[in-house]
């Protein structure tokens, strides 16, 4: 709720985002929480700084999933697709009710070209959210365009006996 705050402030702007920002950047470090760490990260300007500072971050609290989830967001923003898939997966490993971690991770694996993958974690987003109507249109065309492939792959087959 801490990390919402910000963002919504952030995002109205004005008088309350940088009130905001001042307070948490003024907020100590703590060994036993990566909590001020994480709030820190980001408000940081770029995606390099956001990179470094969760990467420490995760270094000293590697079992923290938001942690892997906006360090898979940065990655996939300056265009490093499987490594935010392997972050974006760390963060279901530590915590499966994060939904928006399937939901970006299979878009994340449309991407990469990775179909059956992602139809696995579109399922297990509309498993959760089972009316959400764009990403149940996102998942009706990557299944449509997992079977067409499959379809070309037996059509190859096909023509390479025939051609023998």
């Not at 036993?32 to 956001?50: G, H, I, Q």
């Not at 970006?104 to 694996?109: G, I, N, P, Y």
């Amino acid at each position: 709720m801490l990390f919402r705050s910000t963002t919504v402030a952030l995002h109205v702007g004005g008088d309350a985002a940088s009130e905001m920002a001042t307070f948490y950047k003024k907020l100590p470090d703590r060994a036993d929480s990566p909590v001020p760490a994480y709030v820190k990260a980001a408000l940081l300007a770029t995606d390099f700084e956001r990179s470094q500072a969760l990467g420490k971050l995760l270094s000293r609290f590697e079992s923290f999933p938001w942690g892997h989830l906006s360090m898979a967001r940065v990655q996939r923003r300056i265009g490093r697709l499987k490594e935010a898939a392997d972050s974006y997966r760390r963060t279901l490993e530590l915590h499966r009710g994060l939904l928006d971690a399937y939901l970006e991770l299979a878009e994340t694996l449309v991407e990469l070209a990775q179909y059956q993958e992602a139809a696995a974690a579109y399922d297990n987003y509309l498993r959760a959210v089972p009316n959400d109507r764009a990403t149940i249109q996102a998942y009706a065309q990557v299944l449509l365009y997992r079977r067409s492939e499959e379809h070309s792959s037996e059509l190859q087959s096909h023509s390479d006996l025939v051609c023998r």
